[in-house]
């Protein structure tokens, strides 16, 4: 029987009063899981999203330091290329950073493309830190230093910072009271903080796979009302605050962001009036969208047919665990992440992609995000010929299946070809 957890407070105003919208669940790896599932709730006293039943903060911790998908698989020769986002935000902190001389420090860094991005910009006193000892590792790429840390054990500082920059990081803090309390503690006073993160009021289902926006790692669901009421009220009032759109991966990300100063003047919460039915509309549409999907995974597959599945995040914890792949048809799980491989769901072993060689079976790709990647690995990268099944056409509304070199016929039914 799947472990519960405790009730959340919520994280905004600590009120033990809220409702559920869905339950979101996932199939638990043999060997690492976090959690089996969450309770989408909505706050009855100020209107804030989040996720409910959910492990304590030291089991988030040890998830993210040992099976971080953010720092790069393979070794590296040379430094990786800095995204056109981290440019874009580079450019809005830029304008809150007092000189090029503040002291700045990215908590969650990951592959260091946005402290990059600042060092072009002419920014001299930067430092990272992350969870995953290998994001940190990639930072000598860029000769900026960091460590690896949690945000709740960043080393004190012998000078207080100006400046904290956190991008796509609160959405995966259960603590974000002791976030907020680190804050204080790493910034002088007056320094500021960037927050950006996903944008619950506006989450679109065709941005992404159904219910992508409630993954294993998003416990938080943020509209701007929602952001804004949780440093203000704790003494850091905002400077700057709106909606962006980020691209990420293969999808576009709907986005909130602010910019808060640390001043010690708590403000009254206003509710939020935008995130719950921003949800319910992302909850309807994700429906009609995971309906399709379904009916898409079985139409595509030969009579007694088994595949191949390749992925083993979100997407496909979530199919296995509420009935989306028959598990007699699947004969192995791939993944590029190695902190996966060697693992299994459900018996099922989850190999390497190069274990896929002599492999003759259907191969079907269980992500939106990088699906088009995915596919030129196979075709070019690994040279593999077998047919494909790639659940998201170029609009994220029809399944293509693209057929092998053995196999060429494709299934009867009701599947869109492209």
Same mark, same amino acid.
């Given at each position: 029987m799947a472990q519960r957890f405790s009730t959340r407070l919520c994280p905004v105003c600590g009120s033990a009063q809220s409702k559920m919208l869905f339950r979101q669940s996932f199939e638990p790896f043999a060997g690492a899981s976090l959690m089996a599932g969450y309770d989408?709730?909505? $706050?009855?006293? $100020?209107?804030?999203?989040?996720?409910?039943?959910?492990? &304590?903060?030291?089991?988030?911790?040890? *998830? *993210?330091?040992? !099976?971080s998908k953010y720092e790069d698989a393979a070794p590296r020769n040379?430094?990786? &290329?800095?995204?056109?986002?981290?440019?874009? /935000?580079?450019?809005?902190?830029? @304008?809150?950073?007092?000189?090029? =001389?503040? @002291?700045? !420090?990215? /908590?969650?860094?990951?592959?260091?493309? !946005?402290?990059k991005a600042l060092r072009d910009l002419g920014f001299l006193n930067l430092l990272g830190c992350d969870p995953s000892p290998g994001c940190v590792r990639a930072l000598e790429f860029y000769g900026i230093p960091g460590f690896a840390c949690t945000i709740f054990t960043v080393p004190p500082p012998g000078e207080p910072y100006d400046f904290l920059i956190l991008t796509g990081v609160l959405e995966h803090i259960r603590d974000l009271e002791g976030a907020i309390d680190q804050f204080r503690r790493l910034l002088r006073k007056g320094g500021r903080v960037y927050l950006e993160v996903p944008d619950a009021s506006r989450y679109e289902p065709r941005l992404d796979a159904p219910f992508q926006e409630f993954s294993i790692e998003h416990i938080n669901f943020f509209s701007k009302t929602s952001l804004v009421n949780l440093m203000q009220s704790r003494g850091f009032p905002a400077v700057e605050a709106d909606h962006t759109v980020r691209p990420l991966h293969e999808v576009t990300c709907p $986005?909130? *962001?602010?910019?808060?100063e640390n001043r010690m003047e708590p403000r009254a919460v206003e509710f939020d009036t935008?995130? =719950?039915?921003? !949800?319910?509309?992302?909850?309807?549409?994700c429906r009609g969208e995971d309906a399709r999907i379904r009916t898409a995974i079985q139409?595509?597959?030969?009579?007694? =047919?088994?595949? /191949?599945?390749? #992925?083993? #995040?979100?997407?496909t914890l979530r199919l296995l665990a509420t009935g989306g792949f028959d598990l007699a048809r699947i004969a192995l799980f791939v993944d590029s992440n190695p902190k996966y491989q060697r693992q299994s769901l459900r018996g099922v072993a989850i190999v390497a992609p190069e274990e896929l060689k002599a492999r003759p079976e259907t191969i079907l790709i269980s992500s939106r995000s990088s699906q088009q990647a995915i596919h030129n690995q196979i075709r070019t990268t690994l040279g593999l010929k077998n047919r494909l099944i790639l659940l998201y056409? &170029?609009? #994220?509304?029809? $399944? @293509?299946?693209?057929? #092998?070199?053995?196999?060429d016929t494709l299934p009867a039914g009701g599947t869109s070809l492209e």
């Open positions: 989408v709730v909505i $706050c009855q006293e $100020c209107g804030a999203g989040f996720a409910d039943a959910i492990p &304590p903060q030291s089991a988030l911790d040890d *998830y *993210y330091r040992d !099976l040379d430094p990786p &290329p800095v995204e056109p986002r981290f440019r874009d /935000i580079a450019g809005l902190v830029a @304008r809150h950073i007092p000189t090029r =001389e503040s @002291r700045v !420090l990215e /908590i969650g860094c990951a592959n260091g493309g !946005l402290l $986005c909130t *962001y602010g910019v808060f935008e995130t =719950e039915p921003g !949800l319910q509309a992302y909850i309807e549409g139409q595509s597959l030969l009579p007694g =047919e088994r595949m /191949i599945v390749w #992925g083993v #995040g979100t997407h056409g &170029p609009e #994220g509304e029809n $399944c @293509r299946v693209e057929p #092998g070199a053995a196999l």
